[in-house]
């Protein structure tokens, strides 16, 4: 079921940042622009085996994209971006 959620800061590590980028072919400050400050977003939680996931479809650019997201561990509305692909 998915469930609305605000993002404030979207973190994006540097191995994550090349791992999107070059394998995936997205940039990232799409997926910023896309998922930052934006109100009306939604999502589906799940708790994996890694912790917990936000798993959220976009469109940018005219394609679908399923960005994967972590939430912070003590910062409200910050998440870290876990990846991001075409599926």
Same mark, same amino acid.
């Given at each position: ?18 791992? #999107?980028?070059?394998?995936?072919? !997205?940039? +990232?400050?799409?997926?910023? =622009? ?6 009306? &977003? ?17 469109? #940018?650019?005219?394609?679908?994209? !399923?960005? +994967?997201?972590?939430?912070? =561990? ?6 870290? &971006? ?6």
């Amino acid at each position: 079921m998915a469930v609305p959620f605000w993002i404030s800061s979207l973190l994006v590590s540097q191995r994550t940042y090349e791992k #999107i980028s070059n394998r995936h072919g !997205l940039r +990232v400050n799409d997926l910023r =622009e896309a998922l930052e400050c934006r109100p009306g &977003l939604r999502g589906t939680r799940e708790q994996t085996e890694r912790g917990p996931r936000l798993y959220v479809h976009l469109q #940018i650019e005219r394609e679908r994209v !399923l960005a +994967v997201l972590v939430p912070h =561990e003590y910062e409200v509305d910050v998440y870290y &971006l876990a990846s991001a692909y075409r599926p």
